[in-house]
């Protein structure tokens, strides 16, 4: 009976060790373990009774006792422990000890300066501490009491020796008693006699920064070799491990002399983690400036640090600290070092979360970069809590917004659900390239359809696309003229034999009499592509099924891996490259780039020989964005998401994007027109509109012959 009240306290410990992956610390064993509960992983530090020595139970207790009253972020931290007559658990935050990482780190290429200034930092921290605050001695700084966590992090353990520094004789054994082996990093004088009572530990210190760099030491006289110790630490180290121990710096000094400009701990990497320990207390205005030039740093920085020390301090500044959307570029660098779990598990919330934000910068942002995280959105959350926010901004006053929302389409487009796809944003697409007042919007608009009508039903698609693409043939932007006419050409396999008859054709035809040149070139050979579909289907009936195979086709299913209806997707690194490729010419006749592209879906053998014959690649030769012209600074040679290929340019460097048309410089910024003023403008459509009307005059006066004396002048 009484058996039953005497239950083993360690069935009733809340921490489960797992047995394998074992390390030796001084007198403990640490395993990995993990919460019965919640099974969050944890570290044990488990010492056996039975099987150490008096002097080892005397310093475990003793360490048991410190890790319970010691609180800094840069000791090893204490969550739980037990202690029973067999054996006592310390359970901490789950780490690694400092040799074990360093020789992972050394498989993956080693360790970086970077990284190790940082951790040194942090355990010179923890030890002037210990000195400065706590009037304590550690006596037992070395390799064996380091430990790194899952941020890269070193924490100060191996408390086992900690002392007053008030002179107080101390109990505890001397560590070269319970391990002779450590005999080796006692310094040259005995019982610090003649030094500072922290030279003991600052030359452990230096015994540490030198098996850091050169790995083991082998014995005491190893350390006047300085072997790979970085130059801007030697002076430092040298004082360090300096015979006279009066000499040797207080840990706070030696932190100091290492911050100075120009010293081993003064660089990006402890700056940044020096701002985010005090993050809470930074001015709104430091906050932003650092958010934005850590993005340029994180790619130097440790992957795990990025992950487990970067990543909750971006969410933490975008949930409290109304950081806005200057954490977006660092969030979406650290979320390429994430599991596709983690991502879904961490960024995603956060993602849906920003798109309900009225502040018009982090919605741009988020269009701009919706590419990096498109592929873990599921179709459920698009439809119900991104899009009915991201629809908002067709409606915008900001160009910007519309044309990023435009772009942001062609992702967003294969997880629309049929009502959204078909009826919402079809709705929109009218509105915007009927009356919008920015004639790349209205080019982009019929780009952007072009490239989802594989994604619309059937239905849609034959009441939609002919129109669309024949509104953009009339309008008067020549950008959007040319991206009508390829529209056509690419979604070529969508109509039926008598539709290219009696609608396209027709539609086609005016414009090989379009004022710009590119409008004309383009106009011929989709004509001759659309001729020689019918030129097939009259010499051989039979092929009329095959070629209209795709007419009445279902839309592709959501996420489908199909091209874009031979407006080939190549190469996409950002939303405004190559959504259309191969420009035409400019007025000039400049070269047409030809890029490599995707194969589309041919209607028949035929056909697509046809359309190659014209110079379409099988429908596949389209234009580029308007708005994504990039100049560099040298006003040399375009980016991959140029208006049109290979033209020859010269902008300063502070114009963003320009289109360049006949011999006018049409700049967009973005969808802007900032080139000419407004009563130019004006003035420029009215001298093109006389200058028409003048022309068809003309013709009317050349078809009629000369006039007969006496003739009346009819107009």
Not at 206 to 231: D, H, Q, T, Y
Not at 234 to 255: I, M, T
Not at 440 to 461: D, E, F, Q
Not at 666 to 681: H, V
Request: net charge positive.
């Amino acid at each position: 009976m009484w058996s039953f009240f005497a239950r083993d306290p360690v069935k009733d410990f809340n921490y489960e060790i797992i047995p394998e992956n074992q390390d030796k610390s001084g007198i403990w064993t640490l395993h990995r373990g993990k919460r019965k509960t919640t099974a969050e992983p944890v570290s044990v530090f488990l010492y056996e009774v039975s099987q150490g020595t008096e002097e080892q139970t005397q310093l475990a207790k003793a360490a048991f006792k410190r890790m319970k009253t010691l609180r800094h972020p840069n000791i090893l931290s204490f969550v739980d422990g037990l202690e029973t007559e067999k054996s006592l658990y310390l359970v901490t935050e789950p780490v690694t000890p400092l040799a074990t990482h360093l020789k992972a780190q050394a498989e993956r290429g080693g360790s970086g300066d970077l990284e190790v200034s940082w951790g040194l930092h942090q355990i010179v921290k923890a030890l002037s501490f210990l000195v400065n605050d706590c009037h304590l001695l550690h006596n037992n700084v070395g390799m064996w009491a380091i430990f790194v966590d899952r941020a890269g992090e070193w924490k100060l353990g191996g408390l086992d020796h900690v002392t007053s520094d008030q002179g107080e004789p101390s109990s505890l054994p001397p560590a070269k008693v319970v391990n002779p082996d450590l005999e080796k990093y006692d310094p040259p004088e005995m019982n610090n006699s003649g030094g500072e009572k922290w030279s003991g530990d600052v030359w452990r210190l230096g015994c540490l920064i030198w098996e850091v760099f050169n790995g083991p030491l082998p014995r005491a006289s190893s350390l006047r070799s300085l072997g790979k110790i970085p130059k801007q630490l030697v002076p430092h180290y040298c004082e360090l491990v300096g015979a006279n121990p009066k000499a040797r710096p207080n840990p706070a000094r030696f932190l100091q002399n290492c911050r100075s400009s120009g010293g081993f701990m003064s660089n990006s990497f402890v700056e940044s983690n020096l701002f985010l320990e005090q993050i809470q207390i930074k001015e709104p205005s430091e906050k932003q400036q650092f958010f934005q030039d850590l993005s340029d740093n994180l790619d130097s920085f440790p992957e795990d640090f990025c992950k487990h020390k970067v990543l909750p301090q971006l969410l933490t500044a975008f949930e409290f600290g109304n950081a806005g959307a200057v954490v977006l570029t660092p969030l979406f660098k650290v979320g390429k070092y994430l599991s596709a779990e983690e991502y879904q598990q961490k960024i995603i919330p956060v993602i849906v979360k920003m798109f309900s934000s009225t502040d018009r910068a982090m919605r741009i942002r988020l269009l701009q970069q919706m590419e990096q995280f498109i592929q873990y959105l599921n179709e459920a959350a698009v439809n119900s809590q991104i899009f009915p926010h991201v629809v908002h901004g067709f409606t915008d006053t900001n160009p910007a917004i519309r044309e990023q929302t435009v772009k942001s389409m062609l992702l967003l487009a294969p997880k629309l659900n049929e009502s959204n796809l078909n009826q919402e944003l079809m709705r929109h697409f009218a509105r915007l390239q009927s009356r919008d007042d920015q004639g790349p919007i209205r080019c982009n608009t019929t780009v952007c359809l072009g490239k989802i009508a594989p994604y619309l039903n059937a239905g849609m698609r034959q009441r939609v696309l002919t129109s669309a693409f024949s509104r953009a043939t009339k309008d008067p932007f020549p950008a959007s003229r040319a991206a009508g006419v390829l529209g056509f050409a690419a979604t070529h396999h969508y109509y039926s034999m008598s539709e290219c008859a009696s609608r396209i054709l027709p539609t086609l035809c005016p414009l090989t009499m379009d004022p710009d040149k590119n409008v004309r070139d383009q106009a011929f050979k989709a004509i001759k592509c659309f001729l020689n579909k019918l030129e097939t289907v009259s010499d051989d009936p039979s092929k009329l099924a095959e070629m209209e195979k795709d007419v009445t086709s279902s839309a592709q299913a959501s996420g489908s891996a199909a091209t874009w209806a031979g407006w080939a997707v190549t190469g996409v690194s950002s939303l405004t490259s190559k959504l259309i490729r191969n420009a035409p010419a400019d007025t000039e006749g400049a070269r047409t780039e030809n890029t490599p592209s995707a194969q589309a879906p041919a209607a028949t053998g035929a056909t697509n020989a046809a359309c190659k014959d014209e110079g379409w690649g099988s429908g596949q030769e389209s234009i580029r964005l308007a708005s994504d012209y990039n100049w560099d600074s040298e006003g040399g040679k375009g980016t991959s998401s140029d208006l049109f290929s290979n033209v020859s340019q010269r902008a300063s460097p502070s114009t963003a994007s320009m289109v360049r048309r006949k011999k006018n410089l049409i700049t967009i910024a973005p969808y802007s027109i900032l080139g000419l003023s407004k009563a130019e403008l004006a003035k420029k459509k009215r001298d093109e509109r006389r200058k028409e009307l003048e022309a068809k005059r003309a013709e009317r006066k050349a078809a009629k012959g000369p006039l007969k004396l006496g003739a009346r002048k009819l107009d």
